[in-house]
């Protein structure tokens, strides 16, 4: 954990929409649990520009757990996810592929065998909160806590030119591909300019964006500023 106290600079600030996320309805009685990558290539299939924009990414789609609705499943091998007609299939893209995107309405892709028809869609802008979080993080097997947030420090620095003063690190994620197992760590930063929020979600950290991984949202609980719906 990294957590250094300062007080709360934010000011009014107007966010950028040159990237943003586009929130699909879907139509799908049942997922997999672990479906970052098969999800990833369903979507390459079909959207292929994907994997030549920096600031694209594939969020996993998550389904409240019926038992206290928040918290999903974790028995990847005995359980499946069951979507609600709430549930949404988000892409995050730059503006200017907003066309490019739309060409999945009406589309049904296979996720591991589990079909998936995907429905209009609509826009959120991304929110200029003081904390932000991802919930997959990609991070070495051989790294301990420690190492992850010194590295995750100094790459924040390099993409904000900033210091990170709050920043902490949750539970571990295993995302499986066909080559190898993914360890991911779930990481929250907090005290956040405006524009280092902004800056962050629209870039990411590390690899594995079309998994999912290194994507941020904004955390509403915590000196949320003002969001721009």
């Not at 996810?81 to 200017?96: D, E, G």
């Not at 949750?170 to 800056?199: F, N, V, W, Y």
Request: glycine content about 6%; aromatic content about 6%.
């Amino acid at each position: 954990m990294f957590w250094q106290e300062d007080e709360d600079k934010s000011l009014p600030y107007q966010a950028p929409d040159d990237v943003l996320d586009l929130s699909f309805a879907i139509k799908c009685k049942e997922l997999p649990i672990d479906h970052a990558w098969y999800l990833s290539q369903a979507i390459l299939k079909q959207l292929p520009w994907l994997a030549d924009e920096p600031s694209a990414g594939v969020h996993q789609i998550h389904v409240a757990e019926s038992g206290n609705g928040w918290i999903r499943p974790d028995d990847v091998e005995n359980e499946t996810l069951r979507p609600s007609h709430r549930t949404r299939m988000v892409l995050r893209i730059p503006k200017t592929r907003l066309d490019d995107a739309n060409v999945l309405v009406g589309k049904t892709i296979s996720i591991q065998g589990y079909p998936l028809t995907i429905k209009k869609p609509r826009k959120k802008l991304l929110t200029h909160s003081s904390v932000i979080f991802s919930r997959y993080v990609l991070s070495d097997k051989d790294e301990d806590e420690n190492s992850f947030l010194e590295r995750i420090l100094a790459e924040v620095e390099s993409i904000t030119g900033h210091k990170i003063k709050k920043m902490l690190c949750g539970k571990t994620h295993i995302l499986r591909t066909p080559e190898k197992d993914c360890l991911t760590r779930h990481l929250m930063i907090a005290d956040q300019t405006s524009e280092d929020s902004i800056l962050l979600q629209q870039l990411g950290l590390g690899e594995g964006h079309l998994m999912g991984c290194g994507l941020f949202l904004p955390h509403r609980g915590i000196k949320s500023l003002h969001s721009i719906e």
